[in-house]
């Protein structure tokens, strides 16, 4: 029998992403990994992986077979590369659009979220990978993300920002869950979300019958007794934390019962079995998948990755504007393309924080048209900046004062003196992870030689308090403090620094002296580390300069495709933006391309909306979210219809930051008010009455839709759905994939006796298929009851209002569409 130690033992990490081997129990450790796009991995340097493009896309491909095909992608990679379970998908709502992780989560509305996780898991699950569906809950916003209190309505919690975690235990069987790091108030308590006890033992594990591992995140818990008794089954990362010795006092003194331990290694030990590191008394692993998953759309083990990956990219882009159907291209029009634009030059495959992936290779947006176009003469400009910082210096260029390749570091303690010997690093590593225990400030050291001419811009990016001094010239003091807050806040991956302007002439070497003197940083179980990271751009460019060149190329193109958007800079874990607005001049370079060619192209590389001051001025323009490695080959699939963009939006894309229905999450005395209550997205741009620059679900593709009349069932089916079926025409001379949306309207409490509200409409489900040209399908969607229920906080459960309701079926959410009305 394992002793109290061992068990108690199993539930805080070993490791950052591993658990405890307890032989006594039978059970192996477990590793976990980052993997909304992709599994990051465990090792360091990070493994190379397949890279999909960002989670946002995936929803907005409204294809759960396409869903289904990515997720048993990342079950197989999982088991390739040694992981367990894999901490995604995030199913926090976008209820703002400056949220940092806005590009890592699906949607807007919690019915599309839920059913594009659905898909998802059961597909991951099915390979035995597990995954940790997150973050429970109230965690839409990076700004105070680990203090502030989320203060979410009884119904809104409910209907919206419960739905898709409901969904996940009850439909797709989730095998682990992740508790936030904010505090939640919610049932009369108010509690970190690691600890509330109500929101995870009575709602998750009582009312829903959640049988599966609750994963704190990562340095999230912060009580023993009450995150213990609160329902959390496992402290991450480890070692250390507030469980492990602690918590085997509070059960020797009574604070923690036995038999909640007991529980907790009770699910720790099903999820074992349900990854295969349960021992069977026969001492082989228990290799179980879900018992009751199946994906039927599994890919086989064999698929061409690359092509998947290429379909998705192309597949989840969202043609916003083609007058003209100048969309999509003929090879045999074009002689002269203008690739223009700085996300063009530099693509934005990925977001920055937890999500990133070390993918093996990437597609530019440039070697995937000239494949496409290979009889054109291809020109590729830059036009305009949307970088703050330089980029990381080429390590040919660093060397120490004795000539060798990479630069010096030192450690000291508290009294200044040495710890062990000076060391030589490359000048790609900038983290200096595993710096020893008693070293507390660093002493870095570069010389950076220079011998193009020009202008060159050198940067050192720095956490911590620090001095630094460029060529014998302090240029930089600091006395703020780091810990593992900069982890948490992602300031670590970008940080800011010193930054110096240096002049070369013709046939001259200039050589730039670094000394830095900085704090060695602890971030408890990330790890100490001294983040220097050199950076360096060989030329400071005019942006007068190559906006004219642009334009120029642009008015002798047959064609020009302008590429714009942000950049890891701008969307991130870690913070909320403070802007809509594309960084730098791509604005003016739209505008003015547009105006030089006719023929103009706009590709909007981004993961979250942005501001398209030009929108209706241009001819086309393609949404073409954060694409991953496949990126060029997607790209031109979807200009040349290879592979027709059939993405619709899953959330709303606003002309003016000042229509945004709820702008911002900045927590006013640490607390987040959601006052739009179930209003959350469209349902807000509704009851606003504010009209965006395009609606959720809007697309056009390349397919030109025709509605009939809905026509839905008098009664319920044996199953508690309400199926509703509509003709779909595709009017277009291509064939095309149509999404036809449901969206209900229903009766209002209009005496307030019922304790509830409700939007003009709302999202029940969706249909899709591929239709030729010129035919009709029938698309039935099964409305299951509750999505014609509310929850009632008078009554304090489910109920269903007594009186009329509007199906309608639409392409998007401000689409009239065609209606029929029911009564129940």
């Known amino acids: 029998m394992p002793s109290l130690e061992e068990k108690v033992r199993l539930l805080t990490g070993e490791t950052s992403f591993t658990t405890y081997s307890i032989e006594s129990l039978g059970i192996e450790a477990i590793a976990l990994s980052d993997g909304p796009i992709g599994i990051r991995g465990i090792a360091e340097p990070a493994p190379t992986a397949a890279q999909l493009p960002n989670p946002s896309a995936v929803a907005a491909a409204w294809d759960l077979d396409l869903v289904a095909r990515l997720g048993t992608l990342i079950g197989h990679e999982a088991k390739r590369l040694g992981i367990d379970v894999v901490l995604a998908p995030v199913v926090n709502l976008q209820r703002t659009p400056v949220g940092g992780r806005h590009f890592e989560t699906y949607s807007e509305d919690p019915v599309l979220t839920a059913e594009t996780m659905v898909a998802f898991v059961q597909a991951v699950q099915a390979e035995g990978v597990g995954v940790c569906v997150k973050h429970f809950i109230g965690n839409e916003s990076e700004t105070e993300r680990t203090e502030y209190l989320a203060r979410i309505p009884e119904q809104a919690l409910r209907e919206v920002y419960l739905a898709p975690f409901e969904a996940a235990v009850k439909r797709a069987h989730a095998w682990s869950i992740m508790a936030a790091y904010n505090r939640v108030e919610a049932g009369g308590e108010v509690a970190q979300a690691t600890d509330h006890g109500f929101l995870i033992n009575d709602i998750l594990k009582g009312e829903w019958g959640f049988d599966g591992v609750v994963v704190s995140d990562w340095l999230a818990t912060k009580t023993t ?92 882009s969202v043609v916003l504007r083609n007058e003209g159907e100048l969309l999509p291209l003929n090879a045999a029009d074009l002689e002269r393309i203008a690739l223009i634009g700085p996300n063009a030059v530099e693509l934005f495959e990925q977001g920055g924080g937890s999500a990133f992936v070390n993918a093996p290779y990437l597609v530019t947006p440039e070697q995937g048209l000239r494949e496409a176009f290979p009889d054109a003469e291809l020109t590729v400009h830059r036009g305009a900046s949307s970088r703050r910082f330089a980029h990381l210096i080429d390590p040919a260029l660093v060397a120490t004062e004795g000539g060798e390749p990479g630069y010096t570091l030192e450690l000291r303690d508290a009294d200044g003196e040495p710890v062990g010997e000076p060391v030589v690093v490359d000048a790609r590593e900038g983290w200096n992870r595993g710096i020893a225990e008693g070293a507390q400030t660093a002493i870095v050291t570069a010389r950076v030689t220079l011998a193009e001419p020009g202008a060159h811009r050198v940067e050192v990016g720095l956490c911590g308090n620090h001095k630094a001094w460029f060529d014998g010239e302090l240029v930089s003091e600091s006395d703020e403090f780091a810990d593992a807050n900069v982890i948490l806040n992602s300031s670590a991956n970008h940080p800011s620094g010193p930054s110096a302007v240096v002049e070369v002439a013709d046939g001259e070497t200039r050589v730039v002296e670094i000394r830095v003197e900085c704090q060695a940083v602890d971030a408890g179980a990330y790890s100490r580390f001294v983040r220097f990271e050199l950076r360096h751009d060989a030329e400071i460019r005019d942006d007068d300069a190559d906006l004219d060149e642009a334009v120029a190329a642009a008015a002798d193109a047959d064609v020009a495709i302008v590429v714009v958007g942000t950049n890891e800079e701008v969307e991130s874990e870690g913070w909320d933006r403070q802007s809509l607005a594309l960084p730098g001049r791509q604005d003016e370079l739209v505008r003015r391309v547009a105006a030089a060619n006719p023929r103009t192209i706009v590709v909007v590389n981004a993961g979250a909306p942005v501001i398209l001051p030009w929108l209706d001025e241009v001819p086309a323009v393609l949404w073409f979210w954060l694409p991953g490695q496949e990126a060029g080959h997607g790209l031109a699939d979807a200009l040349t219809g290879a592979t027709e963009p059939s993405g619709r939006l899953p959330w709303t894309l606003p002309a003016a930051e000042a229509d945004v229905p709820v702008p911002d999450a900045v927590p006013v005395d640490g607390v987040v008010e959601y006052t739009e209550g179930v209003h959350v997205g469209y349902r807000g741009w509704d009851r606003l009455v504010r009209v965006p620059a395009r609606p959720f679900g809007f697309g056009l593709g390349y397919g030109t839709w025709r509605l009939g009349d809905p026509i839905a069932a008098e009664e319920w089916s044996p199953d508690d759905t309400l199926p509703v079926t509509v003709a779909l025409t595709n009017d277009g001379e291509r064939d095309a994939r149509g999404v036809v949306q449901f969206y209900l309207s229903g009766p209002t409490d209009v005496d307030g006796d019922g304790g509830w509200d409700r939007p003009k409409r709302w999202l029940a489900g969706y249909a899709a298929q591929e239709v030729l040209a010129g035919r009709v399908v029938a698309l039935t969607l099964r409305i299951p009851r509750r999505a014609f229920e509310v929850w009632s906080v008078a009554a304090q459960r489910w109920v269903l209002p007594v009186g009329e309701y509007t199906i309608r079926a639409a392409l998007d959410a401000r689409d009239e569409g065609k209606t029929v009305t029911i009564a129940l």
Do not use: F, N, Y
């Open 225 to 316: 007794v009450e995150s213990a008794l609160g329902g959390l089954d496992l402290v991450m990362p480890g070692p250390g934390g507030p469980w492990e010795q602690h918590l085997l006092a509070a059960v020797a003194e009574g604070l923690v019962p036995e038999s909640v331990i007991d529980d907790k290694v009770v699910r720790l030990a099903r999820l074992a079995g349900r990854v295969g590191k349960l021992e069977t008394a026969d001492g082989s692993a228990e290799l179980t998948a879900s018992d009751d998953l199946q994906s039927p759309q599994a890919v086989s083990r064999s698929a061409d990755v690359s092509a998947l990956l290429r379909e998705a990219v192309a597949r989840a």
